[in-house]
C-alpha cells in the first residue's frame, strides 16, 4: 500500500538556522510527492512539489529533491524564520488516488 | 484571486442538532473533497466529488453526508453531531485526479459540539 513517514516533532530551532524535516514514503507505481504548510487555526497551503524522479521542488526559500532510490522527499531551507513556524505535512498521489499524508512535523523558531 | 472559500470559520453546534458547513470554490476544478482534521492529527478524507459523481470513503460514517449542486459549491451535512465530531472540516478542490494535480484547500471551518 502507499504510505508516507515523516520525522516526529516538534522540531525546535533558532531563527537563521538550517532545516531539514525527513519524509520517506512507499508506494506503488509512480507518485507525486508534495508538502504543505499549515499554520496555527488555518488550512493546508501548498508549499512546493514533484512529480517525477530527481525533480527538486521550491518555494519561499524550501526546497525539496524527489529520490526514488531512496524513497524520500526531504524538506530543506537554509535559514528558518520565526514566521516558518507551523506544521509541515509532506503527502503523495498516485493516479487517481487519494492525497495520502504522513503525520506532519510541528516546526517551531525560537528568535 | 481564485480560490476555496469556506463558511462559517467557526461553528458552535449542540450535540444531535445537524449542521451544515459550505465551500466554494472560483478555481472552476472538477473535483471537490472535505476532509475531518483532530488536533494534531493528519486530514482524514470523508469523501468527494468528481464532477456530479460522489465518492465516500469505506470509513465515513453515516452521519455525514455531502451534497454538491453545482460546479462551484459543496456542502458537508453532519445529521447528529457527537462530541467526537469536533474538528476542522477542510475543504479542498484540484482540477482532476491525475497523480500530478494539486490539491488546494480552503481556510476550514472549526467545529465545536456543546
Known amino acids: 500500500g502507499n504510505s508516507v513517514t515523516q520525522m516526529e516533532g516538534p522540531v525546535t530551532l533558532s531563527e537563521e538556522a538550517f532545516l531539514t524535516i525527513n519524509c520517506t514514503y512507499t508506494a506503488t507505481g509512480y507518485p507525486s510527492l508534495f508538502w504543505y504548510v499549515q499554520y496555527p487555526g488555518e488550512g493546508l497551503q501548498l508549499l512546493l512539489k514533484a512529480t517525477k524522479a530527481d525533480d527538486k521542488g521550491s518555494n519561499k526559500g524550501f526546497e525539496a529533491t524527489y529520490r526514488k532510490e531512496t524513497t524520500s522527499f526531504h524538506l530543506e531551507k537554509g535559514s528558518v524564520q520565526v514566521s516558518d513556524s507551523a506544521v509541515y505535512f509532506c503527502?503523495?498521489?498516485?493516479?487517481?488516488?487519494?492525497?495520502?499524508f504522513g503525520q506532519g512535523t510541528e516546526l517551531s523558531v525560537k528568535p | 484571486d481564485a480560490m476555496v472559500i469556506q463558511n462559517p470559520r467557526y461553528q458552535v453546534t449542540q450535540f444531535g442538532k445537524p449542521v451544515t458547513l459550505s465551500c466554494s470554490q472560483t478555481?472552476?476544478?472538477?473535483?471537490m473533497y472535505w476532509y475531518q482534521q483532530k488536533s494534531s492529527q493528519a486530514p482524514k478524507l470523508l469523501f468527494h466529488y468528481y464532477d456530479k459523481d460522489f465518492n465516500n470513503e469505506a470509513d465515513t460514517p453515516d452521519n455525514f453526508q455531502s451534497r454538491r449542486p453545482n460546479t462551484s459549491f459543496c456542502f458537508l451535512d453532519i445529521r447528529s453531531p457527537g462530541l467526537g465530531d469536533a474538528a476542522m472540516y477542510l475543504c479542498?478542490?484540484?482540477?482532476?485526479?491525475?497523480?500530478?494535480?494539486?490539491?488546494?484547500f480552503g481556510p476550514g471551518t472549526r467545529l465545536t459540539v456543546l
Open positions: 479542498a478542490t484540484s482540477s482532476d485526479s491525475r497523480r500530478t494535480d494539486t490539491q488546494y
Open positions: 478555481l472552476n476544478h472538477n473535483v
Open positions: 503527502a503523495l498521489r498516485n493516479q487517481g488516488g487519494k492525497l495520502i
